[in-house]
């Protein structure tokens, strides 16, 4: 089993930035990608950005540009810093990570981007 543990989301004004944390615990293997969906009310889960062991990124159209998506091996936790936020970013955000032992998921930390 792996534990992921979010923090960062919150309230934001349009055009604002924040910068969400997951932290890794558990049966971690070293091969593992780690990445961040989010899912609206009503809607599937979707893929924001997610990144290989070795550091290859991936993002979806709606978010290149304003988010990057980091991670510290050592720290086993990875970051998604979210500039020039819109209020269609509103949403839950959840930490996965990936490997031969499945797939785990944060409990999700909400982001609100609203004036």
């Known amino acids: 089993q792996v534990q992921l543990v979010e923090s960062g989301g919150g309230l934001v004004q349009p055009g604002g930035s924040l910068r969400l944390s997951c932290a890794a615990s558990?049966?971690?293997?070293?091969?593992?990608?780690m990445g961040w969906y989010r899912q609206d009310p009503g809607k599937e889960r979707s893929v924001v950005a997610d990144?290989?062991?070795?550091?290859?990124?991936y993002y979806a159209d709606s978010v290149k540009g304003r988010f990057t998506i980091s991670r510290d091996n050592a720290k086993n936790t990875v970051y998604l810093q979210m500039n020039s936020l819109k209020p269609e970013d509103t949403a839950v955000y959840y930490c996965?990570?990936?490997?031969?032992?499945?797939?785990?998921w944060g409990q999700g930390t909400q982001v609100t981007v609203s004036s």
């Open positions: 996965i990570h990936v490997s031969t032992l499945g797939r785990f």
């Open positions: 990144i290989s062991s070795s550091g290859i990124t």
């Open positions: 558990g049966a971690i293997a070293s091969g593992a990608a």
